[in-house]
């Protein structure tokens, strides 16, 4: 059964039976009765493939994962988000992870083996760290794209297309609810070689410095693993005789490395140290004490996503930079100091 049986049985022209099929408004509602009729009585079921090879559509994204190793809670969520709003538009979702150096000239990068075909999806959202080489690329190739934007090592690259969380609102929640607690001798520790880590440890510095009181930081990558890294600053901190009452830590992987050196050390937290963190991953809500943190709705970056990605695919021209707000997620590490007890 195919559409020229359609055709023959409306007494109509194949190309009329496709814009029925494709739900074009250029069918008079006469011709539709008689299309749909014909489809009825013959029991035809649109071949949905051939649909979409009409509309040069494969109703197909990709998620690309670019330069980590690992699929973190944080991205496994954002798929989660870019799978349901996918489910809900009939488009299908399918996932690779590729590394790439930010040296590589855009023209040199070997792109990754879904995109060599063209046409084998209609899109791509890209997650992981990315840089703007392979931005450029993916834009001279005219590959419509979103990005997850807080992992952009190029804030300049967050002018369009991409969907990221406020760093600078999470921080400052972090840095005024300690404050708010009582706390005056607070550190920051985060790799700000990281761009993400570095607005997180701006906004820092920018409150403590309006409140009258020093920013204290670790702010170098004293180790590849972040929970390690947060174990090394925080023996660090605690060795050096600096007042120390309470630690932000740019990310709960942090914020536990922080908390098991402080126990090693004999401090308790968080009686003796209070800790928070950033992101509110799931991964940490059986950690004790749970670690209070700063983190947003993760789905809803990746439903944006697949929103600003079908809007492009579909034919949109409009091109936005979306930026939801975070919120303080109480936990059990943080509580005032000994002196305002």
Not at 56 to 67: A, M, Y
Not at 158 to 177: C, H, I, M
């Amino acid at each position: 059964m195919n559409i020229r049986e359609v055709a023959r049985r409306a007494k109509v022209g194949i190309g009329t039976v496709s814009r029925v099929l494709n739900n074009q408004q250029s069918v008079s509602p006469t011709l539709r009765a008689r299309v749909m009729k014909a489809m009825e009585d013959l029991n035809y079921v649109p071949n949905v493939h051939a649909q979409r090879m009409w509309k040069g559509r494969t109703n197909s994204i990709c998620f690309i994962l670019s330069n980590r190793d690992l699929l973190l809670s944080l991205h496994a969520h954002i798929i989660h988000g870019v799978e349901d709003f996918c489910a809900m538009n009939s488009y299908s979702v399918l996932f690779t992870r590729f590394n790439y150096s930010p040296e590589t000239k855009p023209e040199d990068i070997e792109m990754p083996p879904i995109l060599r075909t063209p046409g084998f999806v209609d899109g791509v959202i890209l997650g992981g760290v990315n840089y703007p080489n392979f931005l450029t690329r993916i834009r001279s190739e005219k590959i419509a794209h979103a990005v997850f934007g807080n992992n952009l090592m190029d804030d300049q690259e967050l002018n369009s297309n991409a969907v990221s969380f406020d760093d600078r609102d999470g921080a400052r929640l972090a840095t005024e609810y300690l404050l708010h607690l009582g706390h005056k001798d607070i550190w920051f520790v985060g790799d700000v070689s990281w761009l993400w880590n570095l607005r997180r440890y701006e906004v820092y510095q920018e409150i403590m410095r309006r409140k009258g009181l020093k920013p204290r930081a670790v702010v170098q990558g004293l180790a590849q693993a972040w929970h390690e890294l947060g174990k090394r600053a925080a023996r660090r901190i605690l060795e050096s005789g600096e007042p120390c009452t309470a630690i932000f830590a740019a990310s709960d992987y942090i914020a536990a490395g922080v908390i098991e050196a402080a126990f090693e050390a004999g401090r308790d937290v968080p009686r003796d140290l209070s800790v928070i963190g950033f992101d509110d991953l799931e991964e940490f809500s059986y950690f004790r004490p749970r670690i209070t943190s700063v983190g947003t709705t993760k789905e809803k970056i990746g439903e944006y996503c697949a929103l600003l990605l079908i809007r492009q695919i579909e034919g949109g021209t409009e091109q936005s930079n979306l930026r939801l707000p975070m919120k303080l997620v109480e936990g059990e590490s943080c509580l005032p100091p000994r002196d305002q007890e």
